[in-house]
């Protein structure tokens, strides 16, 4: 196993280099399809290391990866932490509360601080949009969004994107793009990083996308993004290959969106019943966290044969460890990827 060399598929995406051209990691939304698929790829070769019992190539060795979450993080800083780790780097998680931390010459103090420790990949979480394209600006090393805002969340759609496929393979297709398939994403769309970032994801690898919300929690224009647009979840189901639900991001509202959680779960929640709307073998995800009883029930987020919300965890280390090793090659002088800084 080597991630010096481009994996199998090389073929759809150009050779070295330029199969990557970012220094930093901001959003989907910068990214060719080739780029996406080029991650995904990269991330197959992690997917296999994180299967045996020693998980450790150390390619990032000598390096440090800070970890820099103004906002709340379970899973995404854990497996950013985990994945800087098993490439062998030294990881360092900054923990800021959001209430602590102001806009403006604050972000760019921090973001001069990091810098002057010479970082060589930093890793920002945000409640800010665009408080991590700021950063990237100030600083000298690759910069990876971990979640900013309501604006992009790119790990976590290039996650959903390789859980998605490793589930089709499992069942003998093809999994490698999505041309064809219906995805609904239900939830709460207005206030989603998640959501935005995986429409531009989904689309780009060819699937079609549905956003379903109450009329309040849906962005005005979203159907700019050829997304198509539902209210009603029970018809935005219809037929799906598969059903992506969202949390409802109470911390990002300023007043009252929905009646109540009781009501929200009788309209927006997936349950089995509601399930059966969608085709027969249609697959659930959610990022996390959920919100048991409110977005999803739990005999749906735990069914075994159509569930895949903790493959996607899986995958959000292989993915993460894809990005960290991906954006530093150029500093590591990584043959066919420029010199050494
Ligand atoms: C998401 C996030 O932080 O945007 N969670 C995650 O990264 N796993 C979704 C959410 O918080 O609802």
Redesign the pocket.
């Given at each position: 196993m080597t991630s010096t060399q481009n994996p199998p598929h090389a073929a759809r995406y150009p050779a070295g280099a330029l199969a990557f051209p970012h220094r930093d990691l901001i959003g989907i939304g910068q990214l060719e399809r080739h780029e996406i698929l080029f991650l995904l790829d990269e991330a197959e070769q992690w997917v296999t290391l994180n299967r045996q019992a020693t998980k450790r190539e150390n390619v990032l060795s000598g390096l440090t990866v800070i970890n820099a979450f103004f906002e709340n993080?379970t899973?995404?800083l854990l497996s950013f932490e985990i994945a800087g780790k098993r490439l062998g780097a030294d990881v360092v998680n900054m923990h800021a509360a959001q209430s602590s931390v102001k806009k403006g010459e604050t972000l760019i103090d921090t973001a001069i601080t990091l810098n002057a420790m010479r970082a060589d990949a930093i890793v920002i979480r945000h409640g800010s949009s665009g408080a991590t394209q700021l950063i990237a600006d100030k600083v000298d090393c690759p910069v990876l969004n971990a979640?900013d805002g309501q604006h992009e969340?790119p790990t976590?759609a290039l996650l959903d994107a390789l859980a998605l496929r490793h589930a089709l393979r499992a069942r003998g297709e093809a999994g490698d793009d999505f041309t064809g398939m219906v995805i609904v994403i239900c939830g709460d769309i207005l206030h989603?990083?998640?959501a935005r970032s995986n429409l531009l994801c989904l689309q780009a690898l060819g699937a079609r996308v549905r956003l379903c919300a109450p009329p309040a929690l849906m962005p005005a224009g979203i159907e700019a993004m050829s997304a198509e647009v539902y209210h009603d979840f029970d018809a935005a189901l219809d037929g799906a290959d598969v059903a992506m639900m969202?949390?409802l991001?109470t911390e990002r509202m300023s007043g009252q969106f929905i009646p109540s959680a009781r009501e929200y779960h009788h309209l927006y929640g997936l349950t089995k019943t509601r399930l059966e709307r969608a085709a027969p073998d249609a697959l659930v995800m959610h990022?996390?966290?959920m919100n048991r009883g409110v977005e999803i029930d739990s005999d749906v987020a735990d069914m075994i044969d159509r569930s895949i919300i903790t493959r996607q965890v899986e995958m959000g280390v292989a993915i993460r460890m894809a990005a960290l090793d991906v954006l530093t090659r150029r500093a590591r002088g990584v043959e066919g990827w420029g010199d050494a800084a």
């Amino acid at each position: 196993m080597t991630s010096t060399q481009n994996p199998p598929h090389a073929a759809r995406y150009p050779a070295g280099a330029l199969a990557f051209p970012h220094r930093d990691l901001i959003g989907i939304g910068q990214l060719e399809r080739h780029e996406i698929l080029f991650l995904l790829d990269e991330a197959e070769q992690w997917v296999t290391l994180n299967r045996q019992a020693t998980k450790r190539e150390n390619v990032l060795s000598g390096l440090t990866v800070i970890n820099a979450f103004f906002e709340n993080s379970t899973r995404t800083l854990l497996s950013f932490e985990i994945a800087g780790k098993r490439l062998g780097a030294d990881v360092v998680n900054m923990h800021a509360a959001q209430s602590s931390v102001k806009k403006g010459e604050t972000l760019i103090d921090t973001a001069i601080t990091l810098n002057a420790m010479r970082a060589d990949a930093i890793v920002i979480r945000h409640g800010s949009s665009g408080a991590t394209q700021l950063i990237a600006d100030k600083v000298d090393c690759p910069v990876l969004n971990a979640g900013d805002g309501q604006h992009e969340h790119p790990t976590q759609a290039l996650l959903d994107a390789l859980a998605l496929r490793h589930a089709l393979r499992a069942r003998g297709e093809a999994g490698d793009d999505f041309t064809g398939m219906v995805i609904v994403i239900c939830g709460d769309i207005l206030h989603s990083r998640v959501a935005r970032s995986n429409l531009l994801c989904l689309q780009a690898l060819g699937a079609r996308v549905r956003l379903c919300a109450p009329p309040a929690l849906m962005p005005a224009g979203i159907e700019a993004m050829s997304a198509e647009v539902y209210h009603d979840f029970d018809a935005a189901l219809d037929g799906a290959d598969v059903a992506m639900m969202l949390r409802l991001q109470t911390e990002r509202m300023s007043g009252q969106f929905i009646p109540s959680a009781r009501e929200y779960h009788h309209l927006y929640g997936l349950t089995k019943t509601r399930l059966e709307r969608a085709a027969p073998d249609a697959l659930v995800m959610h990022p996390g966290p959920m919100n048991r009883g409110v977005e999803i029930d739990s005999d749906v987020a735990d069914m075994i044969d159509r569930s895949i919300i903790t493959r996607q965890v899986e995958m959000g280390v292989a993915i993460r460890m894809a990005a960290l090793d991906v954006l530093t090659r150029r500093a590591r002088g990584v043959e066919g990827w420029g010199d050494a800084a």
